[in-house]
């Protein structure tokens, strides 16, 4: 170690600055680790964290409690139990997260500007199984005005595109929810967020983005401010590239920052929040289920294993690498990056297929165990990627389809003839004719539409079930009967647009205990390194409820703070 050149020295080195990396920053600071350092690989916060939909799945929280919700603790281990059967997932670190979840979200809220909302009406993914809860689980961030961040603002990671109104206005889960089904009272809440958007001059003086940050910028804005207001320093446009150990322990990292390769020493504890590795294609081809590529995923373009291909130089152990937070996307032409295709295909009067124009799942199931029926029923005989979202011209005018919105927001003559060319979207008079455009077996295509149409009638998905969970029925529309999830795909003209078996970020890494210290493949641990998030192997990998990625990551975080500062909560 007296060989190495140090630049510079730090307690406690923090790698990312999503909701885990900055959750692990404040908790160590707060601990009694004050001298900490976060490396950030982009030039803004937030990464992944940022642009989802922020929301953290924390059962028995304090939150909920308050509502009055009705939960325990002895009932989300049944939940999970239920869940997660099968999983290569220890014990140990289920019951660590369970109870440890609600004590990290009660320390952030004594102690730092984190706020969180209850979401009382968001069902578990799988409501029909023991132990399951309608609502009060999961929570989104409360919304948190940008002017507070002063000129960091400026450093902020916006939420997903997709999840800003007219790509400017932000807008919670809730609202999304009300919105995007024209609830009751859409119109009254669309006018009042224009309203306040066009109003707000002085913001509009320095950014066309609304100042009300929602979702998951609204989650990182305030965990940022919290971290601003502690002065901890934040070193961007930072990348790890090694991780340096004396007789198994660590003592530092290499990084390079403006073109120059540094060494950091690391006294106490290194905290890797860095992301998975989604967009490097040469890990995707060597561990996750095909077809795979990286322009279909959500994650942030950083993500590319950094932290993972540095820990395995050190011999650490690794756990569940064929996985990913799988989602269906949209991958628009000339977009910055792909949407997620969650509550489209949910909605009634639509319906999901290969290009034997068959289904293969339930539309309106959670997107998770979607694309894990995509993956089991793909074959070179039956490709189920990409697949298609066929519906009519009711559904056009009624609901919001992705990038082509309702038929009133952005009429057919608006659609760029890009779409059309790339195969992005078709658009004809009859179902055999949709189908001819996108090459699309024609008559299995014609079959399954009228099956559906069967179904919508009686109300009964004979194939996939679909709308008989609560979960299914949350993007359902109520004016639709008998069954919500199901109206017929009669009216013409009809479309379709292809959807991608893409992801948000992958969910395997680094194998962790109870305190997210790394293990290394021979047994025991390695010394001083923790890794949190998706850098980590996930702790709830078949996603049991909204939120069950960020909800770890921040858990663990506040693990890692208490085992390097021997704190007792």
């Known amino acids: 170690m007296s060989e190495i050149n140090w630049h510079s020295a730090v307690d406690v080195l923090v790698v990312g600055t999503g909701n885990g990396g900055l959750t692990a920053a404040i908790c160590n600071y707060e601990m009694g680790s004050q001298d900490v350092l976060i490396i950030e690989k982009a030039d803004k916060v937030g990464g992944t964290s940022a642009t989802s939909g922020g929301g ?50 009660q320390f952030l809220h004594d102690r730092s500007q984190v706020r969180y909302e209850s979401l009382d009406h968001y069902p578990d993914y799988y409501t029909n199984v023991a132990g399951a809860k309608h609502g009060h689980r999961s929570l989104e961030p409360a919304p948190f005005m940008a002017s507070e961040l002063g000129s960091n603002y400026r450093r902020m990671t916006y939420t997903h595109h997709m999840m800003r109104m007219f790509g400017v206005i932000h807008f919670t889960q809730v ?53 601003l207001d502690r002065n901890i320093p934040i070193q961007f446009e930072t990348s790890l590239t090694d991780i340096i150990a004396e007789d198994g322990k660590v003592v530092g990292v290499t990084v390079i920052q403006g073109g120059q390769s540094k060494n950091i020493q690391v006294k106490k504890g290194l905290i890797l929040a860095a992301g998975g590795f989604e967009h490097n294609q040469e890990l995707r081809d060597k561990y996750l289920p095909k077809p795979t590529n990286t322009e279909w995923s959500a994650g942030a373009r950083g993500n590319q294993g950094d932290a993972l291909q540095a820990s395995l130089k050190l011999g650490a152990k690794t756990r569940l690498m064929n996985g990913a937070w799988w989602t269906t996307t949209l991958c628009v032409p000339d977009e910055p990056a792909p949407r997620l295709s969650i509550m489209e295909k949910s909605f009634p009067g639509s319906c999901v297929v290969n290009k034997n124009g068959e289904r293969f799942a339930n539309e309106s199931q959670n997107y998770m165990a979607f694309q894990k029926e995509l993956f089991k029923a793909h074959s070179d005989e039956n490709p189920c990627a990409p697949a298609y979202h066929v519906f009519d011209a009711r559904f056009r005018r009624n609901y919001i389809v992705g990038p082509m ?24 008079n009859t179902v055999r004719e949709l189908a001819e455009n996108l ?41 639709i009967v008998p069954n919500p999830c199901l109206a017929p795909i009669v009216e013409a003209p009809f479309y379709a647009m292809r959807i991608e078996a893409g992801d948000f970020g992958t969910l395997g890494g680094l194998d962790t205990d109870n305190n997210a210290n790394v293990i290394h493949q021979q047994g025991g641990t390695i010394q001083g390194l923790y890794a949190i998030g998706n850098c980590s192997a996930a702790i709830l990998p078949t996603y049991p409820g909204p939120g069950a990625t960020l909800g770890p990551a921040m858990t663990m975080a506040y693990q890692a703070a208490k085992a390097i500062n021997n704190y007792q909560d």
């Open 405 to 428: 919105m309702t038929a009133s927001m952005k009429p057919d003559w608006t659609i760029p003839k890009k779409w059309y060319d790339s195969g992005f979207v078709a658009k004809a």
């Open 175 to 227: 609202e999304a929810q009300m919105l995007m089904l024209k609830m009751p009272g859409w119109i009254k809440l669309l006018g009042k967020m224009m309203w306040d958007y066009v109003t707000d001059i002085p913001w509009r003086l320095r950014t066309r983005i609304s100042r009300r940050l929602c979702c998951g910028a609204a989650g990182v804005g305030r965990l940022y401010a919290s971290v």
């Open 56 to 105: 953290i799945w924390i059962p028995v929280n304090h939150y909920a409690q308050a509502a009055g919700a009705e939960d325990s603790l002895d009932e989300a281990r049944e939940y999970l139990k239920n869940t997660l059967q099968g999983e290569d997932v220890p014990a140990e670190l289920i019951e660590n997260y369970i109870v440890n979840g609600p004590k990290m979200l």
């Open 439 to 479: 090459g699309i077996d024609a008559e299995g295509l014609e079959a399954t539409v009228a099956k559906m149409n069967g179904y919508a009638e009686t109300g009964v998905d004979l194939d996939f079930h679909r709308g008989e969970s609560e979960y299914d029925r949350y993007y359902a529309d109520p004016s």
